[in-house]
């Protein structure tokens, strides 16, 4: 746990989240392919990832509103904004 906690990602990442900072350090189409790999991986072991195919939908609609290339923090405004359709840019 303590290197999970030292880990670059483990301290950025909320400090992004919360300032809304989509600059691109991990994008959100490489987490979709991340996302795809692990999928399959899951499958052919036979073990059940209930909320993957969700991410994978969420990441997936990076593309088409135009957030291919921002950060993965991305998502959480994806997400935000899902509800209504449509995507806020």
Same mark, same amino acid.
């Given at each position: /746990?303590?290197?999970? $906690? *030292?880990?670059? @990602?483990?301290?950025?990442?909320?400090?992004?989240?919360?300032?809304g900072d $989509?600059? #691109?350090?991990?994008?959100?189409?490489?987490?979709?392919?991340? $996302?795809?790999? %692990?999928?399959?991986?899951?499958? *052919? @072991?036979?073990? #059940? $990832? #209930?909320? %993957? &195919?969700? *991410?994978?939908? /969420?990441? &997936?609609?990076? %593309?088409?509103?135009?957030?291919?290339?921002?950060?993965?923090? @991305?998502?959480?405004?994806?997400?935000?904004?899902?509800?209504? %359709?449509? #995507?806020?840019?």
């Amino acid at each position: /746990m303590r290197v999970l $906690i *030292s880990l670059t @990602a483990a301290t950025n990442y909320p400090k992004k989240v919360l300032s809304g900072d $989509i600059n #691109p350090d991990f994008s959100l189409w490489l987490g979709l392919k991340d $996302i795809g790999l %692990g999928l399959a991986l899951a499958q *052919s @072991a036979g073990a #059940p $990832i #209930p909320l %993957g &195919a969700a *991410s994978q939908q /969420m990441f &997936a609609l990076a %593309g088409p509103w135009g957030r291919a290339h921002q950060d993965c923090t @991305a998502s959480c405004i994806c997400s935000a904004t899902c509800h209504a %359709g449509h #995507p806020k840019k």
